[in-house]
């Protein structure tokens, strides 16, 4: 089956650090889409690509998270320098282009959990 | 993207179908129903969706009213794996300008519990 493969799986680390978080998409998906999830906000936007450009970011905090494509099977999150505040489950989710049911269905990875101490 | 409503919770009893309700009074015409669920400590799971047609797939059935203002996701034999958060969500797959290209916006969900 092809899926959504992020990495790492799970992350401790120290307020301060830099953490990466990396995606590969569905190959043939030329949408990919970053969310975190915490319990008191649920789930949440932070950015999200077609064909490797940006087209929204404005759910992430500018001023430490940046994310990227460098190809079309990769994209990263990147939060530096990390808080304890950004500790959260964060999910990779990726789609193919097109409308109706031609099958715009977005598929998730199954996430990152940082801990932020 | 049109708001959804949904019950916080509800309750089903294992072999039963499971009925959840949601509520999208200000849909647009260019907008789908989409239906993902939330298993313990996993990603979201897709499951369907419509437009204004009923659907059936192979995990459920979508029912959408004929003014398309609300749906019914029914899962015809509930079983404990069911057991779930459920996220009602309405999505415009493209626009023009791009800005909203297919994204989803989720709210709180159902959680639907199923019962021995």
């Known amino acids: 089956d092809a899926r959504v493969t992020q990495t790492p799986r799970h992350k401790v680390t120290e307020m301060g650090q830099e953490v990466t978080m990396r995606c590969q998409p569905i190959l043939g998906h030329n949408t990919v889409f970053w969310y975190r999830q915490t319990m008191m906000q649920g789930l949440e936007l932070l950015a999200y690509f077609r064909n490797r450009a940006p087209l929204d970011d404005s759910g992430m905090p500018k001023d430490r998270f940046s994310a990227e494509m460098p190809d079309a099977t990769l994209a990263t999150l990147k939060i530096q320098p990390s808080e304890p505040r950004d500790s959260a489950v964060y999910f990779c989710a990726s789609g193919r282009g097109g409308t109706g049911r031609s099958g715009n269905t977005i598929y998730f990875g199954e996430g990152s959990w940082l801990t932020v101490v | 993207d049109a708001k959804t409503t949904q019950p916080p919770s509800m309750d089903c009893a294992e072999g039963r179908a499971a009925n959840l309700p949601c509520n999208h009074s200000t849909i647009s015409g260019n907008e789908y129903v989409y239906w993902y669920r939330q298993i313990h400590s996993q990603g979201p799971q897709y499951i369907i969706h419509g437009l204004k047609n009923n659907e059936t797939n192979e995990m459920a059935s979508l029912i959408i009213t004929e003014d398309r203002k609300s749906s019914t996701l029914i899962l015809p034999h509930a079983t404990l794996r069911d057991t779930a958060v459920y996220y009602c969500?309405?999505?415009?797959?493209?626009?023009?300008?791009?800005?909203?290209?297919?994204?989803?916006?989720f709210g709180q969900g159902t959680i639907l519990t199923v019962h021995p």
């Open positions: 969500i309405v999505r415009v797959e493209a626009n023009a300008g791009g800005t909203s290209y297919g994204k989803l916006t």
